[in-house]
């Protein structure tokens, strides 16, 4: 669409894809229109190869067009020296998990039941299922 506008260039630095705006640009709503007006009669690939030419999807508009943001927090951090990332504390998502009395299926936590522990419940509901059932025919 913003190629369609006249907004962006990949070969032309004066046109950057972050500063594409196809606000009020008819040739941007006309393409828009040409790929939305098939609705769901065709396959979505077959609409943008029709469309396009490119019957794929590509995440690497998405990383050009934030590359200024990504280059301005890159530089940010390095000038107000922070920490980028996670520190791993298992222990404390654990005990967190535990005090709030959650139960994770499987047993992978003290407090959850283990796999067999929830087959004889089912075996056991089933049973006292039928017992109901029988006793109320009688």
């Known amino acids: 669409m913003c190629r369609a506008a006249g907004q962006y260039d990949p070969n032309d630095p004066r046109k950057p894809l972050h500063k594409c705006?196809?606000?009020?640009?008819?040739?941007?709503?006309?393409?828009?229109?040409q790929i939305m007006s098939k609705g769901a009669s065709q396959p979505w690939q077959e609409v943008l190869q029709e469309t396009l030419g490119e019957g794929r999807l590509d995440g690497s508009a998405l990383r050009e067009y934030f590359a200024p943001l990504e280059e301005w927090l890159r530089l940010e951090n390095l000038r107000t020296n922070e920490y980028v990332g996670w520190n791993y504390d298992g222990d404390y998502c654990k005990r967190s998990i535990e005090t709030a009395n959650l139960q994770v299926f499987g047993g992978y936590y003290n407090h959850s039941p283990g796999v067999e522990q929830i087959n004889h419940i089912l075996l056991g509901t089933i049973m006292l299922s039928y017992l109901i059932v029988f006793y109320l025919k009688l």
């Open 21 to 33: 705006d196809v606000y009020r640009h008819p040739e941007a709503g006309n393409l828009l229109k």
